[in-house]
């Protein structure tokens, strides 16, 4: 049996917090199949939802992530690749090949494609995105109660105005990428 496992991040953009990836590979029996759909294009209530459904019927996943102090230390493009292969080695069971959505593949011990919108054209992508929003904003959450002020479970760690004027009231804390530019010039204040 040829098994597929797709590989997909969130947390590349957000000025901080881990980037986070997962890898799914499906069951041909799994009743949800064909209905999976980008973690962008559904609501919370239902990703979470969706969340639980792929931990019961998929045949394997994992998570993995890159921390900001990995983020900083070799940018995040290769945090990113970095936290891709952990989560394809972290699978419990091994797949035949493996699609990432994006335009670059991790070095990986698989044959390996990109797929650039494969969120939107490939299942198991659309399931990892998923998977990977689920457990990122949890963690998010988690950065909140850890660093109160900066409302990381409002926005996730993206670099919206409330979030600006955090860092401008209370400066960076250790969730934050310092390498990313307006981290930077924050601390330069």
């Known amino acids: 049996m040829s098994l597929l496992a ?34 962008k294009k559904v609501s919370e209530h239902k990703r979470l939802k969706i969340y639980h459904h792929i931990r019961k019927y998929s045949l394997a996943y994992a998570v993995a992530q890159a921390s900001v102090e990995e983020i900083d230390r070799i940018n995040i493009l290769h945090a990113t690749m970095l936290a891709m292969r ?39 992508i659309a399931a990892a995105s998923i998977v990977a929003k689920v457990v990122r904003d949890r963690l998010m959450q988690i950065l ?9 479970s409002r926005h996730k760690g993206y670099g919206t105005k409330v979030h600006m004027d955090a860092l401008s009231a209370l400066g960076i804390c250790p969730a934050h990428r310092a390498s990313f530019a307006p981290v930077a010039r924050a601390v330069g204040k």
């Open 6 to 39: 797709g590989v997909d991040e969130v947390g590349r953009g957000p000025l901080a917090g881990p980037v986070v990836t997962a890898a799914v590979i499906l069951s041909p029996d799994d009743p949800y199949l064909g209905q999976y759909r980008d973690s």
């Open 86 to 124: 952990r989560a394809v080695d972290a699978l419990p069971v091994q797949p035949s090949r493996v699609v990432v959505d994006g335009n670059r593949c991790p070095e990986i011990a698989y044959p390996v494609t990109a797929v650039i919108g494969g969120d939107d054209k490939i299942q198991e």
């Open 144 to 152: 909140d109660m850890r660093h109160p002020g900066y409302q990381f």
